[in-house]
């Protein structure tokens, strides 16, 4: 199967009609052509999910996708490649049935050296199925067998900080990977396993991650609320800076929930005021045009940051072993009244 094959079978694959999912796009080399001896004859329906549950048997259909999704190709279809790329990391990457196919690790190779570069270069709702996909495969390789992800993370985020101006935009999705990956950390059994891959995590990423939450904080400060910060349109489909700066320190809170869950790492309890502080803020935070949806029927993004942000008592960990250094409350920075 190519690429157009490909891309005509998850079209047909996707559609509401069940006649045009049956039908699908017929094998390269059973289609008509001017040097086709057999163009006369008629051909037989080639039904596209009958087609997609044969090509995935194929050692490199894996990489067939990933290129699709990375194509200048229509929307709906690089979405289907992306759904269609996650099952399959989902069924295949380490099957649980003992005879069903995997995927060849050559084949395994090969995606985890790119998938984080497409990720980058794709739209927000390819990057959601990619983002689950990587998680999948995380739960299988990282960090043994996929010891290059946290420093690619890490690298990718400090050039975004570096930038002129700032890529936060970029940073927040490469923070809904690490939380892709590390919010299992909340819900498994303690283990002295679980807890060397959270130090693990930690000695790369809490520095990174703390410096980016200084820096959003700053930056958030020198935007003072205004119309532009209402939920983006069709017509105005970015979101101002604000809106992406509320956005970029939600995940930061999500991915230190992560971390924190399971006991209050040391290198996050030996910076405590310092995020207590950064917490404050965005606690102190007011923005009558992110306060709800349009419609009213949804919390704004300032609810949802502030929400994550009191999601757990952060300092109870610590509880016993050392007082959390004090922050008291004072003007909001931003000109706000403390809630």
Avoid at 168 to 195: M, N, P, Q
Avoid at 211 to 223: E, G, M, N, P
Wanted: overall charge negative; charged content about 20%; proline content about 10%.
């Amino acid at each position: 199967m190519d690429l157009a094959t490909l891309a005509a079978t998850l079209a047909r694959s996707c559609s509401p009609d069940a006649a045009t999912r049956k039908q699908g796009a017929p094998p390269p080399h059973r289609r008509h052509s001017p040097h086709n001896c057999t163009a006369h004859v008629p051909l037989p329906p080639f039904a596209a999910e009958e087609a997609l549950t044969a090509a995935k048997l194929q050692p490199q259909f894996c990489i067939l996708l990933l290129q699709l999704i990375g194509q200048d190709a229509e929307l709906p279809v690089r979405q289907a490649a992306a759904v269609y790329f996650k099952n399959l990391t989902r069924q295949h990457w380490e099957p649980a049935d003992e005879g069903a196919p995997s995927i060849d690790a050559s084949v395994k190779g090969q995606v985890k050296d790119g998938l984080l570069s497409l990720f980058l270069l794709v739209p927000e709702l390819l990057q959601a199925q990619l983002g689950e996909g990587m998680a999948l495969i995380a739960q299988h390789d990282f960090p043994a067998k996929w010891n290059t992800l946290l420093g690619s993370l890490v690298t990718q985020i400090d050039g975004a900080l570096g930038a002129t101006p700032r890529d936060y935009a970029k940073v927040t999705g490469l923070l809904r990977i690490a939380h892709s990956i590390f919010k299992r950390y909340r819900h498994e059994f303690k283990s002295d396993e679980l807890f060397a891959e959270i130090k693990y995590v930690l000695e790369s990423f809490s520095a990174p991650l703390l410096a980016l939450l200084k820096a959003a904080i700053v930056d958030l400060r020198a935007l003072p609320p205004s119309a532009a910060d209402k939920a983006p349109t069709p017509t105005a489909p970015t979101p101002s800076p604000a809106r992406t700066l509320v956005g970029c320190i939600t995940v930061v809170a999500q991915v230190f929930y992560d971390l924190s869950f399971q006991d209050l790492p040391e290198s996050f309890e030996d910076h405590l005021g310092e995020w207590m502080e950064g917490f404050l803020v965005v606690l102190q935070y007011r923005n009558t045009f992110m306060a709800m949806d349009d419609d009213d029927s949804e919390p704004g993004p300032i609810s949802v940051l502030q929400a994550r942000t009191t999601r757990r008592r952060l300092h109870a960990p610590a509880a016993g072993r050392a007082s959390a250094p004090a922050v008291t409350p004072a003007p909001s920075p931003l000109g706000c009244a403390p809630p």
